[in-house]
């Protein structure tokens, strides 16, 4: 079935795959975006330059669309913005919310679609719950709820610290931090397979005023994931385990992501979106997961190293630390 399309992104993450995915399944796509990317579109997309704060925005409240789908909403006002906006002039809004809003501290390791949403630890996740609930609460917008989890497609996972400097004490031989001692089950999915089943939802009457996760359906330790990461490199995953509690100390700002998100173990039910959009491959190869990635890290990589910065000076003051506490 044809449809008019609008993404909000387009060019991000999981975004540009969708895109695609839309192309490919014969929809009529448009995207707003600030044009920031280097990413190339795909023929045929139909592009509005602007931020969801410009005239561009405000006049596709003009507009109708069969589908909007929202990739870059973060925070209740938006959320009431849009509803102000699409009510009346689009049959399904679809809002990309995050798998972090499921309950932290876990109860149980297998996320379903009724697995409690609550996260007292992360505001990234507070703001993406208030903003389903004021979703749930009104009842002249239809909408579809989507869940990531971990979605990669050029960025790279490293459960602490920036990605690019982790990689680069990889080659160099040094540790990079995990938080306890690794082992908790952390899932990755690529975007290629994000986009196939979420375009599947779209102008789909079952999906409607409902909300779904889509993952790949195993998890990998951090361990796992790190080693996967050294491979790409030709380098060996050397691992300095520190307790969730002891990073928080030393920086605050690790609290939303570690304890709010990536120190618990959480791999996904699929049954309910298998349900309404059909069954639908994931790679389960973690090599393959991470190859795109680790291709465009290796492009980032070329470019001179930057200067040694306040978080790799806090990285080796912790690991110095830690080790100092060894008998």
């Known amino acids: 079935m044809a449809l008019s399309v609008l993404y909000i992104g387009g060019s991000g993450q999981i975004s540009l795959p969708c895109v695609e995915a839309s192309l490919a399944a014969g929809h009529d796509v448009t995207i707003l975006n600030r044009n920031r990317t280097a990413a190339p579109l795909a023929r045929g997309v139909k592009t509005l330059v602007g931020d969801m704060n410009g005239d561009a925005y405000r006049e596709l409240g003009e507009r109708h669309f069969d589908v909007v789908a929202q990739f870059r909403l973060y925070t209740p006002n938006q959320m009431k913005r849009d509803i102000a906006t699409f009510t009346g002039r689009t049959g399904q809004y679809v809002f990309i919310s995050s798998a972090s809003v499921y309950e932290k501290p876990v109860r149980h390791y297998m996320m379903t679609e009724r697995t409690k949403i609550e996260n007292k630890f992360w505001q990234y996740s507070q703001d993406k719950i208030a903003c389903e609930r004021l979703l749930?609460?009104?009842?002249?917008?239809?909408?579809?709820?989507?869940?990531?989890?971990?979605?990669?497609?050029?960025?790279?996972?490293?459960?602490?610290?920036?990605?690019?400097?982790?990689?680069?004490?990889?080659?160099?031989?040094?540790?990079?931090?995990?938080?306890?001692?690794?082992?908790?089950?952390?899932?990755?999915?690529?975007?290629?397979?994000?986009?196939?089943?979420?375009?599947?939802?779209?102008?789909?009457?079952?999906?409607?005023?409902?909300?779904?996760?889509?993952?790949?359906?195993?998890?990998?330790?951090?361990?796992?994931?790190?080693?996967?990461?050294?491979?790409?490199?030709?380098?060996?995953?050397?691992?300095?385990?520190?307790?969730?509690?002891?990073?928080?100390?030393?920086?605050?700002?690790?609290?939303?992501?570690?304890?709010?998100?990536?120190?618990?173990?959480?791999?996904?039910?699929?049954?309910?979106?298998?349900?309404?959009?059909?069954?639908?491959?994931a790679s389960q190869d973690l090599d393959e997961i991470l190859r795109d990635s680790v291709m465009h890290a290796k492009e980032r990589l070329k470019a001179p190293a930057p200067p040694e910065s306040d978080e790799d000076r806090l990285i080796e003051g912790i690991i110095a630390a830690q080790e100092a506490l060894r008998p």
């Open 136 to 281: 749930r609460d009104q009842d002249r917008l239809a909408y579809t709820i989507v869940r990531p989890s971990h979605t990669v497609r050029t960025h790279m996972p490293i459960q602490v610290g920036d990605p690019d400097a982790a990689i680069r004490r990889m080659i160099a031989g040094k540790p990079v931090i995990v938080a306890g001692d690794g082992s908790s089950l952390w899932t990755l999915t690529r975007s290629v397979d994000v986009a196939k089943p979420l375009v599947r939802l779209f102008g789909n009457p079952a999906a409607l005023n409902d909300d779904f996760h889509i993952t790949t359906d195993r998890g990998f330790t951090w361990r796992q994931i790190h080693e996967a990461i050294a491979r790409g490199f030709g380098a060996e995953a050397l691992h300095a385990p520190v307790p969730t509690d002891t990073l928080v100390r030393f920086n605050k700002e690790w609290a939303g992501p570690l304890l709010g998100d990536k120190s618990w173990s959480a791999l996904y039910d699929n049954a309910k979106v298998k349900g309404v959009v059909g069954p639908f491959d």
